[in-house]
């Protein structure tokens, strides 16, 4: 018991990588949602959902990792980078605002913070 409780300090002690993963991340989504509509193609109907939800996911992941931040406070940041997305799909090419966009962030942020929450505590 006492490998896992080391390994996972370890693990956890690292706020530099994750903050490093965290920014790469930001900019890599925020890249991608304003590229033009039709560089980053649908692979099925919902699959534009899942990636919100995932990059979403990944990133409140990410966010905890790198900064003591609480719950809420990283729900609002991550749902405000989300807002700021939509809106910045507006002025992008073949690109459009939705807000069952937000919707998928938010699904992908409570699951992201939930797992967090279960590492975290070792499951």
Not at 20 to 26: P, Q, S, T
Not at 72 to 80: G, Q, S
Not at 84 to 109: K, P, T, Y
């Amino acid at each position: 018991m006492q490998y896992n409780s080391n390994r996972r300090k370890y693990f956890f002690s690292r706020p530099v990588l994750w903050r490093i993963l965290f920014v790469v991340a930001l900019i890599g989504s925020y890249t991608l949602s304003v590229l033009p509509g039709e560089v980053v193609a649908p692979l099925f109907s919902w699959s534009d959902k899942l990636n919100h939800a995932g990059t979403f996911l990944i990133l409140a992941v990410l966010l905890r990792m790198g900064w003591k931040i609480a719950y809420l406070k990283a729900t609002a940041l991550l749902l405000f980078y989300g807002a700021f997305i939509e809106f910045s799909q507006l002025f992008a090419i073949h690109r459009s605002a939705e807000l069952s966009d937000i919707a998928a962030d938010a699904v992908g942020i409570f699951i992201g913070l939930k797992l967090f929450r279960l590492f975290r505590l070792g499951f």
